[in-house]
Structures are given as C-alpha cells and as structure tokens.
C-alpha cells in the first residue's frame, strides 16, 4: 500500500501561486509514477499533471501547460505542483495519486493504484 497526504491547497487571488505538495508512505517512492488530477463542482476528474518515476518525463493537460509545473524529490517522498497565473477556473479539488505501471505516464485515472484525500484550491476573481 501507498498513502499519499496531500497539502498547501488554499485561497488565491486570480493570477496568484500556490505549490501543492504530496507525501508519500508506504513503499519506494521511486517505484511509482505519480500524477495530479483535479475535480470542480459538478464536473468529472480531470487530469492536470503526470511525472514518470525519476521525473524525467513530465506531461500536462492543455488548461494548465505553461502555468503548472509538477516535480518530485524522491529522498523526500514528495511530489509538487507548482502552480502559476492561476484561474478562477482552475479552482478545484486537487488529488496526487500513484501507479507503478509500464508507461511513464498516464492521463486515465483508472490508471491510478493509489491516491490522496484532496486538497482544496480556491482562486478569487
């Protein structure tokens, strides 16, 4: 098993940054490829962010390319998403979740083994 522990959500003004930050336990951090998926009021859980297991390979979802960016540090077990020029519309909540399958990444959450709790990210207009 995997826990992931998600945090740094909050409220921001639109055009503002927040970093996210997600802890992992449980297993080798570095045998997961980890993504960040979000989910509005409403809505369906949309993909944001994937990182294959050394984070050399990262990709976006089109709504955020260029404001986000995700990272990781595997001596720490954390993974990140550093986002910027935030929209009222990327207000949502945000879930890290891990897998350990073949591909270095996976924009499907039905790919994801494991994922957090959430955290909230409000953003003013």
């Known amino acids: 098993q995997v826990q992931l522990v998600e945090s740094g959500g909050g409220l921001v003004q639109a055009g503002g940054s927040l970093r996210l930050s997600c802890v992992a336990s449980?297993?080798?951090?570095?045998?997961?490829?980890m993504g960040w998926f979000r989910q509005a009021p409403g809505k369906e859980r949309e993909f944001v962010a994937a990182?294959?297991?050394?984070?050399?390979?990262?990709y976006y979802g089109d709504s955020v390319k260029g404001r986000f960016t995700i990272s990781r540090d595997n001596a720490k077990n954390t993974l990140y998403l550093q986002m910027n020029s935030l929209k009222p519309e990327d207000a949502a909540v945000y879930y890290c979740?891990?897998?350990?399958?073949?591909?270095?990444?996976?924009?499907?959450?039905?790919?994801?083994?494991?994922w957090g709790q959430g955290t909230q990210v409000t953003v003013s207009s």
């Open positions: 979740a891990a897998h350990n399958k073949g591909r270095p990444y996976y924009t499907n959450e039905g790919a994801y083994d494991y």
């Open positions: 449980g297993r080798t951090f570095s045998n997961y490829a």
């Open positions: 990182i294959s297991w050394i984070g050399g390979t990262t």
